[in-house]
């Protein structure tokens, strides 16, 4: 069973900075993009940031600069070094991975569980 598990939220001030990481297991072939989203409370849930296999970055713009994603493809793992945080940038962060599985010959979208990230004071 593909999983993909996300670690590295928690509560941080303005101005703090935090890093979460996502693996993605079990079964899996290959991986083409993967990304983090985020969603608000009352909101709608968002496009943070997608990196693809052969790295190519693309952000909202309201974390360009502050923000970057990164992965390695050996450990099946995705990356948000985030810095400069402020309140806004709360909410519940999810991971995504548009990848193949074992035995299979399509994509399909995998989504984590999701990690919390609180910018407060």
């Known amino acids: 069973q593909v999983q993909l598990v996300e670690s590295g939220g928690g509560l941080v001030q303005p101005g703090g900075s935090l890093r979460l990481s996502c693996v993605a297991s079990?079964?899996?072939?290959?991986?083409?993009?993967m990304g983090w989203y985020r969603q608000a409370p009352g909101k709608e849930r968002e496009l943070v940031a997608t990196?693809?296999?052969?790295?190519?970055?693309d952000y909202t713009d309201s974390v360009k600069g502050r923000f970057t994603i990164s992965r390695d493809n050996a450990k099946n793992t995705v990356y948000l070094q985030m810095t400069s945080l402020k309140p806004e940038d709360t909410a519940v962060y999810y991971c995504?991975?548009?990848?193949?599985?074992?035995?299979?010959?399509?994509?399909?979208?995998?989504w984590g569980q999701g990690t919390q990230v609180t910018v407060s004071s």
């Open positions: 079990g079964g899996i072939y290959s991986i083409n993009s």
């Open positions: 990196i693809t296999r052969g790295g190519s970055t």
């Open positions: 995504n991975a548009d990848l193949t599985p074992l035995n299979s010959d399509y994509y399909y979208d995998y």
